[in-house]
């Protein structure tokens, strides 16, 4: 069985990662989804917790009716250090053959460690991105196109949104 590696921070997971998770399994029978920046939450920039964006990729890939056999979630901290990141990510995780990836700096340092690696054809990346969905919340504008029903819900359910908003209003605060 072929297995495969796709990190991301899924702040929050949107559809366009959705659309990744889908192109990786048309070409691995085994996706290990790795949260990046996993111990980072409460900024602007990473709103949720590693727990909250677990949950988020579960509850879309349930709706989108992905088998749950077919992958692994597992958080992956920053290091700090460039070269120590890959075997830390080596030692978290299963073996992987190929590493799905569209960011260079993530792309340079598995080849370096002698990996395959494949990009991810975007889907709409104007629209499907972490960064777009956080300037709408903050702006008012119409969010929920970006995710999934159940990350909108669970988004709404749980109060998040409103941390993002906040998040916002305290780094202009500090300005």
Same mark, same amino acid.
């Given at each position: ?10 702040? =929050? ?11 990786? /399994?048309?070409?691995? %029978? ?16 990473? =709103? ?38 890959? =075997? ?6 299963? =073996? ?29 990346? %104007? /629209?499907?991105?972490? %960064? ?44």
């Amino acid at each position: 069985m072929r297995t495969g590696l796709y990190i991301g921070r899924f702040q =929050p997971f949107h559809k366009g990662h959705l659309h990744a998770v889908r192109y990786c /399994l048309s070409i691995v %029978e085994q996706l290990i989804i790795g949260i990046g920046s996993a111990l980072e939450s409460h900024t602007t920039k990473n =709103p949720f917790t590693a727990g909250e964006r677990i949950e988020m990729i579960s509850l879309a890939l349930e709706e989108a009716k992905i088998k749950r056999d077919c992958y692994l979630l597992i958080p992956i901290p920053d290091v700090g250090h460039h070269q120590l990141w890959v =075997p830390l990510v080596e030692i978290l995780t299963p =073996p992987f053959e190929v590493v799905f990836s569209n960011e260079p700096l993530t792309r340079r340092l598995f080849k370096e460690r002698g990996y395959s690696v494949e990009k991810i054809p975007f889907m709409k990346r %104007e /629209l499907y991105s972490g %960064e777009e969905f956080r300037r709408r919340v903050v702006s008012g504008e119409n969010w929920t196109e970006i995710v999934t029903k159940s990350v909108a819900r669970f988004l709404e359910e749980k109060g998040l949104l409103q941390r993002i908003v906040e998040l916002s209003e305290s780094d202009k605060a500090r300005l």
